[in-house]
Structures are given as structure tokens and as C-alpha cells.
């Protein structure tokens, strides 16, 4: 729990937040410019499940509803801005699709969001920022002005002000092992990878050759890199993955070559340890 | 014929500042020769591309079969060669060594892709390849500093440049991919700097701007002009022909997206407002004055 004193710092600093409130954060409406901006951004869909952490008259998850055709939750504090919220989603005609919980947004339940939005003061974004983090690879969260610290977002706007967008990376640290079917000859991958959030370093050996891996990237569960093979001297080729993260196995496609000379196969990575 | 080394004029300097005529460039680039860089201004060995580098090259530049690559400097013809063999594409090669142009003639036939690939001996300074969709470059950073001002003269907006361990000295890359080598890929950019009267017919009804971009190279930035303010172009982008920016007014954002025609025109779509089926317009753009021309 907070200190009285960081409650009332946030509070004077702010000006906005009442004296009434049980609030740590002060309620600031997101402009509807930026509200469109950040679920934009986001791809929101009618596959979306969205959750707004600090849902404050409701917007957020109304706009998605209405204009996204996504389903959702709000989450707040405030019982006044809960109803407030409850009563613009019925007048928008879609109360049965969003709801909003009166909740501290640290404790709120986000297992079924695929896209979180949250607008919070920095000292926040850090405290929130462990929990997005174990939530299931490939969910986004989008925020604007503040951001998560180190974790770099995976992409960023500006129009009118900075909004950004994560996606929660799979944890794909550890040694890994795959067999991969080229022909003529069988080749074995073993690669290391090391991770900060999405930023994904990796050693790798093929058929026990260290060989140096290229252009490795990771997008919520969705990993790719590169290989030179030079198995074969005299026909070098280049070995593009891409693959999808499932707790300890990556399946996907490998291509060899590029052009005419290009051949798709694919590949099933185990990881052998952590 | 004139080796590309150790050409220098003194006076071509300030021509080169006072002209824009693609003869200009070509000045211009004789006279960048002189000036003293942090590479020595050195002939551009022949070392052959790795069949990996050949290969990353024209993956990254997204060839196809509707392309024409040129490759500047092209030694034993190999990146033109693989270009008309594996992607079906045409090629021209330029390459001062005529000993290296017949080897690479006789490959071509070897590889069964003569009637789509020509090979022409000259330096990559006066030839001519305005015709190619893509240019490919292996040469040293001096070299290719001088080639610059004529491939972005020259070539038609969106034709793209990729360029094998050194790119231009001041021109950020459209996208770089490093495999064991590092690549560059340009898309040369359409002139939009200048004053433009935009007119958009939006979903709430017609409204003119008064449009102003400054340009250098691909990264642009700018506004419209409305009675009492100015709009700033949020997002604005330049991708060889094709431009978007967003401006927002009163709350509501328009984001605008075409192409630019020429040196005059551009036109597209313009939609507003939030979701999956925005209201969507169409705006138009002409020039009013070009960039420069003001001072």
C-alpha cells in the first residue's frame, strides 16, 4: 500500500484529484482523438477483449465497443465515475457488451483482455508494468504521454501526443533444440537465447558449428532470426525462421533461399532448458 | 573512358548549388570528388558478392518480374544474372572492365537468361539507367556519395536503392537488415517540399488549406494553415510516391493518404474519425510554390 503522503503528493501535484476520493490517481479525461489513436494503434477488432485500467466516464471501452466492435471491461476506483460510465455506455447502445467494475486497478482480474489501455503517472506504469508482463504472450497494451521505463514499446505514434503500444513478449529464455529437415542432411540447431522484455539475443550452433544468428526478433509470441548455412560450401543459404512460441516449443515455417531458389519447410524447436 | 578517380573541378561547386539540371548533378558530383572526405578517394575494387549477399539484395529490395534492376559496377554480372534467373525480373549491368562485361554476357547465356539482361561497359557516373526500378550498389562510400545526387535526380520516385555495406553518408535508410553484411535499402523520394493548396472534400464538407512541407530526403514535416492557426502534419511520411500525414481539427483527426503525381499534384483519401469504417473523402493537392524557390 501507498504512504499517505505519496496519496497527497499526487493529489497537489495533479490539482485534480478531489479530496473525497479513495483514488491514489487522479482522474483525467484521454481526448477522444487519442482515445481513437491508442485503439488504433492497438488493431482493436471484434475479437478484442478490451480492459481499461482507470476507466474514469467510460470512453475508452465505449469506443471500442461502438466503433472497434470489440467486448470489454472498465476498471475504477470511483463509484460516481462507475456510474457515470454505466450510464454513457447505455446511452452509446452498448451496455451489453462493456461493463465496469468499481476496483482497484491493481487488483483487477486480466486474464480474459487481449488489449489493455491504461493512462497512468509514471510511478504507476512500473508498478503495474510485473503483472502485464505474465499475462499471456501477444496481449497489447497501449498508454500515451508515460511509459513503462526500460521496456521499449513496440511502436509509437504522435499525433498530438505520444501514444504507445506493447506487446507482452513470450519467455523464450533458455537452450533450445531442433531438427531441421533439409535435405540432403538432416541439420541440428541448438540456439541460446537471453531476453530483455521483447529484445532477444541469441548464440547458435548448427551441426555443433557456432554460427551467428541475425535479425532476431520477437512480437508477443512470434519469433524470427536468421542463419547463414554453409553446410555446404558451395551452396550457402541463407535459413529464415519464423515461428510461434508455445510454452517450451516453437513450431513454424523455415524457408531456405530466396527467389526461385526458395524452399519452405517446417520446423519444431524443444527447449532443453531454462 | 574516364575512370571514376581523381576527377576535380573547382569551379563545379557553386555551380552545382546554383543549378538543379540533371547536367548540374552530374557537375555536382564531379565536384564532390574534391572535396576531402574521411575515405581516400580510391577506384572501387572488384570483389565479388557472396551468393548470400546477392541473394539479400534483391530480397530486400522485393524484386520481382515486373522489375528492371540495374547493378552500378557489376563486376561478373552475377546480381543481374540472378535477378532475370530467380526472379524473374530484367537486368542491366554497367561495368567499367570490358574483360568483365564479356564474362558477364557469357554467364548470362550459360544461365539461360541472355534475352533479359544487358551489359554495358562505362562508369556508373555517366550511364544511363534512369529506366531501372531498382538500382543496386557495391562500391566504396565515396563513390556512392557521388552517384547520389544524380539517382535521386534521375530516378523515378519509389525506385529503389539498395545499397551492400556502405550507404550514403547523410541519407538515413528506408530499412536496414544486417546478415553477415549489412544491407541498405532506399526508396528514392518524391519532391514534396513547397507551398500547396489542398483541397479535401471531407465527410463534414469541402475545405481548402494552405499546405506547407520542408523535405530532407524521405523524412518530411509540416502543416496547414487555417484562419486563426495551424494544423501540424502529425505522422507525415514520405514512401517514394506515396505520402500520408494526419491533421487534427476540433477534436476530430483526418488522416490523409496518396500519391504524389510529378512535381505538381497529389491526390488520395482522406478518413476521419475513430473505428472500423471510418468516414472516408478525397482530397487533392497543387503546387503552389516548390521548395527553395522562396530564397
Known amino acids: 500500500m501507498l504512504s499517505l503522503g505519496?496519496?497527497?503528493?499526487?493529489?497537489?501535484?495533479?490539482?485534480?484529484?478531489?479530496e473525497d476520493r479513495k483514488s491514489d490517481v487522479p482522474y483525467v479525461a484521454t481526448p477522444q482523438v487519442t482515445v481513437d489513436e491508442m485503439l488504433r494503434l492497438a488493431e482493436v477488432g471484434p475479437g478484442d477483449f478490451v480492459v481499461d485500467l482507470g476507466s474514469g466516464d467510460g470512453r475508452i471501452v465505449i469506443t471500442a465497443a461502438k466503433k472497434f466492435g470489440a467486448r470489454g471491461f472498465g476498471v475504477d476506483i470511483d463509484w460516481r465515475l462507475i456510474l457515470l460510465g454505466e450510464e454513457n455506455a447505455r446511452q452509446a447502445g452498448v451496455a451489453d457488451r462493456v461493463k465496469f467494475l468499481e476496483q482497484d486497478l491493481f487488483q483487477a482480474d486480466l486474464g480474459q483482455a487481449t488489449v489493455?489501455?491504461?493512462?497512468?503517472?509514471?510511478?504507476?506504469?512500473?508498478?503495474?508494468?510485473?503483472?502485464?508482463l505474465a499475462l499471456k504472450p501477444g496481449t497489447r497494451i497501449v498508454s500515451h504521454d508515460f511509459d513503462f521505463g526500460d521496456w521499449p514499446p513496440d511502436r509509437k505514434t504522435s499525433v498530438r501526443k505520444n501514444v504507445f503500444l506493447w506487446v507482452v513478449p513470450a519467455r523464450v529464455a533458455g537452450r533450445w533444440q531442433a531438427r531441421l529437415p533439409l535435405p540432403p542432411i538432416e541439420r541440428l540447431l541448438e540456439i541460446e537465447l537471453t531476453q530483455r522484455y521483447q529484445e532477444v539475443s541469441a548464440h547458435a550452433r548448427l551441426n555443433g558449428v557456432p554460427t551467428q544468428v541475425w535479425e532476431t526478433k520477437l512480437v508477443g509470441d512470434r519469433l524470427s532470426f536468421v542463419v547463414v548455412d554453409t553446410t555446404d560450401r558451395d551452396d550457402e543459404a541463407t535459413l529464415y525462421f519464423d515461428g510461434r512460441v508455445a510454452g517450451d516449443v516453437i513450431e513454424g515455417e523455415l524457408a531456405r533461399g530466396v527467389g526461385a531458389g526458395r524452399s519452405v519447410a517446417r520446423w519444431r524447436a524443444v527447449r532443453a532448458a531454462k | 573512358m574516364t575512370p571514376h578517380i581523381n576527377s576535380s573541378s573547382q569551379g563545379g561547386r557553386s555551380l552545382a548549388l546554383a543549378c538543379t539540371s540533371a547536367i548540374a548533378f552530374f557537375f555536382a558530383a564531379r565536384a564532390l570528388a574534391a572535396t576531402p572526405g574521411a575515405f581516400p578517394d580510391i577506384p572501387t575494387p572488384y570483389l565479388p558478392s557472396t551468393r548470400v549477399a546477392v541473394d539479400e539484395m534483391l530480397r530486400l529490395a522485393g524484386t520481382g518480374p515486373d522489375d528492371l534492376v540495374?547493378?552500378?559496377?557489376?563486376?561478373?554480372?552475377?546480381?543481374?544474372?540472378?535477378?532475370?534467373?530467380?526472379?524473374?525480373?530484367?537486368?542491366?549491368?554497367?561495368?567499367?572492365d570490358p574483360k568483365l562485361v564479356a564474362e558477364s554476357e557469357a554467364n548470362a547465356r550459360q544461365a539461360g537468361v541472355a534475352e533479359r539482361v544487358e551489359f554495358r561497359q562505362g562508369d556508373v557516373l555517366v550511364a544511363d539507367y534512369r529506366a531501372a526500378t531498382i538500382v543496386t550498389l557495391y562500391l566504396l562510400p565515396n563513390?556512392?556519395?557521388?552517384?547520389?545526387?544524380?539517382?535521386?535526380?534521375?530516378?523515378?520516385?519509389?525506385?529503389?536503392?539498395?545499397?551492400?555495406?556502405?550507404?550514403?553518408?547523410?541519407?538515413?535508410?528506408?530499412?536496414?537488415?544486417?546478415?553477415?553484411?549489412?544491407?541498405?535499402?532506399?526508396?528514392?523520394?518524391?519532391?514534396?517540399?513547397?507551398?500547396?493548396r489542398l483541397h479535401a472534400a471531407l465527410p463534414d464538407g469541402e475545405r481548402e488549406f494552405d499546405f506547407e512541407l520542408e523535405q530532407r530526403y524521405q523524412e518530411i514535416r509540416g502543416g496547414a494553415r487555417v484562419a486563426g492557426g495551424y494544423l501540424p502534419a502529425f505522422e507525415a511520411r514520405l514512401a517514394g510516391d506515396r505520402i500520408a500525414f494526419v491533421l487534427v481539427e476540433d477534436g476530430t483527426s483526418y488522416r490523409f493518404e496518396g500519391r504524389v503525381q510529378?512535381?505538381?499534384?497529389?491526390?488520395?483519401?482522406?478518413?476521419?474519425?475513430?473505428?472500423?469504417?471510418?468516414?472516408?473523402?478525397?482530397?487533392?493537392a497543387t503546387r503552389v510554390l516548390r521548395g527553395g524557390d522562396e530564397g
Open chain 1, 6 to 18: 505519496a496519496i497527497g503528493a499526487v493529489a497537489v501535484q495533479s490539482g485534480l484529484a478531489q
Open chain 1, 116 to 132: 489493455i489501455t491504461t493512462y497512468l503517472r509514471p510511478f504507476y506504469m512500473l508498478k503495474l508494468r510485473s503483472k502485464l
Open chain 2, 70 to 96: 540495374a547493378d552500378l559496377g557489376s563486376g561478373d554480372g552475377r546480381v543481374v544474372i540472378a535477378a532475370a534467373r530467380d526472379y524473374g525480373a530484367r537486368g542491366l549491368g554497367i561495368e567499367l
Open chain 2, 143 to 196: 563513390l556512392v556519395d557521388r552517384l547520389k545526387p544524380r539517382l535521386l535526380a534521375e530516378l523515378k520516385p519509389g525506385t529503389r536503392i539498395v545499397a551492400h555495406d556502405y550507404g550514403f553518408s547523410d541519407w538515413k535508410p528506408d530499412r536496414s537488415v544486417v546478415i553477415s553484411k549489412t544491407y541498405h535499402l532506399y526508396l528514392v523520394p518524391a519532391a514534396v517540399a513547397g507551398r500547396w
Open chain 2, 262 to 284: 510529378g512535381t505538381l499534384s497529389m491526390e488520395g483519401t482522406v478518413r476521419s474519425g475513430p473505428g472500423r469504417n471510418p468516414a472516408e473523402g478525397s482530397w487533392r
